[in-house]
């Protein structure tokens, strides 16, 4: 009997610098294809970020149905589909419905949601979370701190752990990567002294199960994840830049199957 062909989902990831999207395996949560990447227009309106966002949707012909629902991340606090902050972005987008935006600029059903939380969903189904139950914590180490929060699986979309106020000071400008680069911290002495501040407050927060640490500096995750004495669990994540078009892929195939 011929294999059967794998269910395809369609993601976008949104960024203040570049919009990159592919086609996704939703059974194993890998590509189909290589990515397609466009710089992110500047001025980043609306209007303009759609038509990139059109662009790269249409891309894939051979692999994606036009009826497949496509999920995209966007740097912001979404809720119901709107934009309410906007970080990296033009400002014009705080209280655009992206989700109807994007929508009548692809022709698709869509789903949006915040990037951080759709990398989550991700470790969740496919990287360094799967399987997990209880309280899951992404952290993604940057310009600043991203947070995502799931429980059993489910996303608590919209979090932003990375600014709550510890010691009189943001979390996150004290313990983001970029501190670490400003201040001109070893790898140990950043762990010791800002990573294990941050994450001690975050556990005695949320009690969470597991703590997933994304953001280009995971690639190095063994020159500091082993200096910190946590009761949790913590690991580097495992999608890194894929993450994002993965899980925003899985959660609009979900929401839009057999709709």
């Known amino acids: 009997m011929a294999n059967e062909a794998p269910k395809v989902g369609l993601g976008i990831d949104i960024g203040g610098s570049g919009i990159k999207g592919a086609p996704v395996d939703l059974s194993t949560g890998t590509f189909i294809v290589d990515r397609m990447k466009l710089a992110t227009p500047q001025p980043s309106t609306p209007r303009a970020v759609a038509a990139a966002v059109a662009e790269i949707a249409a891309a894939f012909p051979e692999h994606v149905d036009p009826g497949c629902p496509l999920g995209a991340t966007f740097p912001a606090v979404i809720q119901h589909g709107v934009a309410r902050s906007a970080a990296n972005v033009d400002k014009s987008w705080i209280g655009v419905n992206v989700e109807e935006l994007l929508a009548e600029a692809t022709g698709r059903a869509v789903h949006v949601l915040n990037d951080a939380d759709a990398a989550a969903v991700a470790e969740h189904r496919y990287g360094a979370a799967a399987g997990v139950r209880g309280v899951v914590l992404l952290t993604t180490l940057g310009t600043g701190i991203g947070t995502a929060l799931l429980v059993d699986g489910r996303l608590v ?16 400008s004290r313990a983001a990567s970029s501190a670490k680069e400003r201040e001109d911290l070893s ?3 950043w762990a010791r002294e800002r990573l294990q501040r941050y994450y001690s407050v975050v556990e005695d927060l949320l009690w969470p199960d597991l703590i997933v640490v994304g953001g280009g500096v995971s690639r190095k995750a063994d020159k500091f994840l082993p200096h910190l004495r946590l009761r949790t669990p913590i690991v580097p994540a495992q999608l890194r830049n894929t993450a994002g078009i993965v899980g925003a892929a899985a959660l609009a195939a979900d929401l839009f199957d057999g709709a």
């Open 187 to 189: 790898y140990e002495r």
């Open 157 to 172: 979309p919209n979090t932003e752990f990375g600014h709550l106020e510890i010691d009189g000071h943001d979390a996150e």
